[in-house]
């Protein structure tokens, strides 16, 4: 009787309540085929242990594999930059180290490349020194720009393709003082140097990259701090990532107009971001919204001419980008996934952190399946050449390159395999170096660095990087 009671007072709800529990019904069954939806769209990709030992086939002919450096962390000697700058402040850089002679890269180029020939590398991927260069507004250095000439025919003399970047995170500190990346000619000044050097090593430059990293440049120079300028302005971000995405439309304008027939795009730092809890949708959502701010508005802007950048927590900007060239490729420079957790109790809603599994140094989770994924992400949206412009980590007992490696590129042979053109691989780095804020602690480098007799020492992963570029047909 209890039960058919309980049926007749259902049944007798009065109508209001029959339209909350239809609510609620609607509302539940659209959260399920939500989550549904993202699990069957996103699914989770896991790769066979023995990745690490299966031989490396199936690439382009024209496929560059190489290794990457930037002029401030190996060549020693910079001292006209904000870096040199910042370093000297107290407590900026881990252990107080100063970049200094770092790995006397400048002097030993001779000896770097032939590492390079060791390994079987066919591309090196470096960037030339701003400061160095133009030490003051609109006065060019010479000896300087014959040193990097010098470098390019060396490097075409020994059949290593070269790829040039303009800006690795250093500016001149005359253009520092100014505001750097906020400063009002800041775009006009970083096309004036790109137009030079198209003129001064265009010949030799087949593949230029305007900007390292600039979603970096902006998050850790200007909310974090532990970049130049140290600020913590959300304000002082979005301008200097206007400022970036300005710079970088003037220096492909000047590039193309000097050297029509060379390729040119820009290096992003891309994180894997995926939801903590795959069953939470706010989770999911503040994933969405960390790539979207982090990943990928940079390049969004540069490819549709129009300036955008929207996150919680930032001044948003919608603004027309004048006379800016789409990019010929996009560089991926990927070291981790991160989990993301919509935290109400954080700023900007969005609390990140590691995956469950091994981690590098630095506390990264190594994640070769996130390759792929941003690999089919970047090809979703743009459809142009990619090159995986960095990968590494940083692994000081020398354990986990080698498989590091090969799993990381079984990710690269995969995309291929799946029609997304992958035009080249370049590991970080061919050297340990001074690692920025991190000073030389961290040891990313195919060779060890002893910073006080300045030797190399091949490590595990340059016998693994032999092995690959044997296989890939380069050695």
């Known amino acids: 009787?209890?039960?058919?009671?309980?049926?007749?007072?259902?049944?007798?709800?009065?109508?209001?309540?029959?339209?909350?529990?239809?609510?609620?019904?609607?509302?539940s069954i659209t959260y399920l085929a939500a989550i549904l939806y993202l699990v069957w769209a996103y699914p989770t990709i896991t790769f066979s242990p023995g990745d690490e030992t299966k031989p490396i086939v199936k690439m382009p002919d024209d496929f560059l594999f190489g290794t990457a450096t930037s002029a401030h962390q190996i060549e020693g000697g910079n001292d006209k930059n904000d870096w040199a700058a910042f370093e000297r402040e107290a407590g900026r850089i881990k252990h107080g180290d100063v970049s200094g002679q770092a790995c006397d890269s400048w002097n030993r180029i001779d000896d770097d490349i032939a590492l390079m020939q060791e390994l079987g590398a066919n591309s090196y991927r470096f960037s030339i020194e701003w400061s160095r260069l133009e030490p003051t507004d609109g006065v060019w250095d010479d000896a300087a720009w014959n040193h990097y000439a010098g470098q390019l025919?060396?490097?075409?003399?020994?059949?290593?393709a070269p790829m040039v970047t303009l800006l690795h995170?250093?500016?001149?500190?005359?253009?520092?003082?100014?505001?750097?990346a906020t400063a009002a000619d800041f775009p006009e000044k970083f096309g004036r140097f790109a137009r030079v050097a198209a003129e001064r090593l265009g010949p030799d430059v087949a593949l230029w990259c305007t900007i390292n990293e600039p979603n970096i440049m902006m998050y850790f120079g200007y909310v974090t701090g532990i970049f130049p300028p140290g600020k913590k302005s959300n304000a002082d971000a979005v301008h200097?990532?206007?400022g970036l995405v300005r710079a970088h439309a003037a220096a492909t304008v000047a590039l193309k107009q000097v050297a029509p027939k060379a390729k040119?795009?820009?290096?992003?730092?891309?994180?894997?971001?995926?939801?903590?809890?795959?069953?939470?949708?706010?989770?999911?959502?503040?994933?969405?919204?960390?790539?979207?701010?982090?990943?990928?508005?940079?390049?969004?802007?540069?490819q549709s001419g129009h300036i955008r950048f929207n996150a919680p927590g930032f001044p948003s900007i919608n603004e027309p980008l004048p006379a800016c060239a789409p990019v010929d490729f996009i560089g991926v420079?990927?070291?981790?996934?991160?989990?993301?957790?919509?935290?109400?109790?954080?700023?900007?809603?969005?609390?990140?952190?590691?995956?469950?599994?091994?981690q590098n140094d630095l506390g990264w989770e190594i994640h070769p399946e996130g390759l792929l994924v941003l690999l089919r992400e970047v090809h979703h949206r743009?459809?142009?050449?990619?090159?995986?412009?960095?990968?590494?980590?940083?692994?000081?007992?020398?354990?986990?390159?080698?498989?590091?490696l090969r799993q990381h590129l079984h990710a690269l042979q995969r995309a291929v395999n799946e029609g997304i053109p992958v035009k080249g691989y370049y590991h970080w780095s061919l050297l340990d170096n001074f690692e920025w804020a991190e000073g030389f602690e961290p040891r990313f480098g195919l060779y060890k660095m002893n910073y006080k007799t300045l030797s190399r020492t091949p490590t595990a992963g340059a016998e693994m990087f032999k092995k690959i570029a044997r296989e890939l047909g380069t050695k």
């Open 382 to 404: 743009y459809h142009v050449p990619i090159y995986i412009t960095e990968n590494g980590l940083a692994d000081a007992h020398d354990t986990k390159r080698a498989p590091f």
């Open 240 to 242: 200097a990532f206007a």
């Open 153 to 160: 025919k060396k490097l075409k003399a020994h059949g290593i």
């Open 1 to 27: 009787m209890s039960l058919i009671r309980s049926a007749i007072d259902f049944v007798s709800l009065r109508p209001w309540r029959w339209v909350s529990l239809s609510v609620v019904a609607a509302l």
């Open 169 to 180: 995170f250093t500016l001149p500190h005359w253009l520092a003082q100014r505001g750097g």
């Open 333 to 358: 420079n990927y070291y981790r996934r991160d989990l993301v957790h919509f935290a109400l109790t954080t700023p900007g809603l969005i609390e990140t952190g590691p995956g469950p599994g091994e």
């Open 264 to 302: 040119v795009g820009a290096a992003i730092h891309l994180v894997d971001f995926e939801p903590k809890q795959r069953w939470n949708l706010a989770d999911w959502g503040a994933a969405h919204a960390a790539a979207s701010a982090f990943n990928w508005a940079f390049c969004d802007s540069i």
